[in-house]
């Protein structure tokens, strides 16, 4: 079975600071790893998406996400953090073969002023 | 291109009546997925659907929950007898691409189920 462990149920930063938000996984085979980010009230928006290739992946809004296959990781990254990047986000995985995403418990980001 | 959509995003019922939630998925995209997420907590897997097929259910509670995709029209989360444990945001999401792809599931606004 295929898991997602999100260990820090809130990561404060501070703006302009540089933030990570952590992410590792367990999954059969070749994995397929997704950031997203939810705001109040509102859907998942996709940010950024691990398939194969080059390990450090960039998205949406300035974030990318590096894939450390040894550590079973796919850290969240931005240089430089806005207060508005405050949201809930979530990491997936999902198998090669498979249909559904398996979520994190999600990581609540605060940035603050 | 308008992106996936949901309604109504909140729903509030009884216990006992049913609950029905709709989804219509992205232009170009035939392929739903259905995830409930219970408050504090992340989204859990429920069933996959293609056009008139459910693919796979294994994440649906065994009684009381049903979901379609008709050949026309959006696709149903239908829930029976609704019990106050069933209150969540439901989400739903689409693909363009089958199973096993590369292809990015992309996420609707949600519906918000309570039940009174």
């Known amino acids: 079975a295929q898991s997602v462990a999100q260990p820090e149920d809130q990561v404060n930063v501070a703006e302009g600071n540089p933030l990570t938000v952590k992410c590792t996984y367990s999954?059969?085979?070749?994995?397929?790893l997704f950031w997203y980010v939810q705001y109040p009230n509102r859907g998942l928006q996709f940010l950024l998406k691990y398939i194969t290739g080059d390990n450090l992946v960039k998205g949406s809004y300035g974030f990318e996400a590096e894939f450390n296959k040894s550590q079973t990781s796919f850290h969240l990254k931005k240089p430089s953090a806005l207060v508005s990047d405050s949201a809930l986000y979530f990491c997936a995985v999902r198998d090669e073969a498979g249909n559904m995403l398996t979520f994190g418990g999600g990581t609540r980001l605060m940035v603050k002023p | 291109n308008a992106g996936v959509m949901q309604n109504p995003r909140h729903l509030v019922r009884r216990r006992g009546q049913e609950a029905r939630l709709r989804c219509s998925p992205m232009k170009g995209h035939s392929h739903v997925y259905w995830y409930r997420q219970l408050p504090e907590e992340g989204l859990k897997f429920m069933v996959y659907?293609?056009?008139?097929?459910?693919?796979?259910e294994s994440g649906m509670p065994k009684e009381r929950f049903s979901a379609e995709f008709p050949k026309e029209g959006p696709s149903i989360l239908r829930i029976q007898q609704v019990v106050r444990g069933d209150s969540a945001a439901y989400f739903c999401a689409s693909s363009r691409l089958t199973s096993g792809s590369t292809d990015t599931q992309y996420f609707g606004p949600g519906t918000r189920l309570t039940v009174l």
């Open positions: 999954v059969s085979g070749n994995p397929y």
């Open positions: 659907l293609q056009k008139e097929n459910i693919i796979d």
